[in-house]
């Protein structure tokens, strides 16, 4: 189904600046029904509850570390903070639904109940249920609800927002599907069926928000070219999430003459310019692991285009 609030595959191949002006105009990077707002790009900060992740696996593996390094995330300038309990890299193995929920619902509760405004980061409907149940406010699932029939329904009865991420398959055997003509225009029109389905699920329009999936199923060629043209993402009509944070494509870029990337904890200042670019180019929020450096830079960005907004409506009054 499309309406003019929704523009089909069509119809943003013709005017995607048109449909992302829409969008601004209509909606605003930093409403979302159920969340907070903000007048800038948000910064949601990373707590791995894992020993595997790719960038801090095992350093906030205990609850109790968890939860202090949260609060340390929002000291340092994070508006929400995203808790998950299972490594999604290239090539990890899935964690069982108990393990997950042992990881994961104690750290919710622990953050929500100081305040903060918390994000679960699962494919596992049990786990987004429960962990809404202990306060959190979002559920940021990179399958998009593809991996768990139950999820749409069990978000949708919850009245949650909902993170819909551009999602090819598991990840078990490496970079699966990642295979593209058109790279930009694949996962816009991918997205949009996505979110389609979502909504005929019963989640709201004003709590989607999207995710063009970087790392997942592309190579560093595609999530750089998905970041010249987030435009074309924007163009859905939903609030835009990149999570950029220390990724492949940046140690790629950033390779010494060896070809060797640097290690993923030492791309934070890359990641700090990719939050930048993408709140200049309108998202939503940045999901980043170091935030200090990267809440610097969307609030650089903002006051930018703060002071371009007011010199251009000086220009029009004279």
């Not at 596992?124 to 149940?133: F, G, K, N």
């Not at 939503?284 to 609030?299: G, I, K, L, S, Y």
Request: charged share 25%; proline share 6%.
């Amino acid at each position: 189904m499309t309406t003019p609030d929704r523009p089909g595959p069509q119809r943003l191949r013709a005017a995607p600046w048109a449909y992302a002006e829409h969008m601004s105009n209509q909606s605003g990077r930093g409403r979302v029904a159920g969340l907070p707002e903000w007048d800038r790009c948000a910064v949601m900060g990373v707590v791995n509850v894992t020993p595997d992740s790719f960038s801090d696996g095992g350093r906030f593996f205990d609850t109790t570390a968890a939860v202090k390094h949260g609060l340390e995330l929002v000291t340092e300038g994070a508006d929400l903070v995203d808790v998950g309990g299972e490594s999604t890299r290239p090539g990890a193995t899935r964690v069982d639904e108990t393990e997950e929920l042992r990881r994961v619902i104690p750290v919710v509760r622990g953050l929500a109940s100081e305040g903060v405004t918390v994000s679960v980061d699962t494919m596992r409907a049990s786990v987004a249920e429960q962990a809404l149940a202990a306060g959190a406010a979002l559920v940021n699932d990179v399958s998009g609800g593809l991996a768990d029939p139950r999820m749409i329904p069990t978000v949708a009865d919850a009245g949650a927002p909902f993170v819909v991420m551009h999602w090819r398959g598991f990840l078990e055997g490496g970079n699966v599907k990642g295979v593209y003509t058109d790279v930009v225009t694949e996962v816009a029109d991918e997205l949009h069926a996505r979110v389609e389905a979502v909504l005929e699920g019963g989640i709201a329009p004003d709590r989607i928000i999207v995710d063009p999936g970087l790392g997942f199923s592309k190579d560093a060629e595609h999530d750089l070219a998905l970041l010249a043209g987030l435009d074309r993402v924007l163009a859905l009509g939903h609030p835009l999430l990149v999570a950029a944070s220390r990724k492949r494509f940046l140690g790629r870029v950033l390779a010494g003459p060896d070809g060797s990337p640097p290690p993923a904890r030492e791309r934070d200042a890359a990641t700090a310019a990719v939050s930048a670019l993408a709140a200049h180019a309108g998202a939503w929020a940045v999901r980043v692991h170091e935030v200090r450096a990267t809440a610097d830079a969307v609030r650089v960005s903002h006051a930018i285009e703060t002071a371009r907004t007011a010199h251009t409506g000086a220009e029009g009054t004279r």
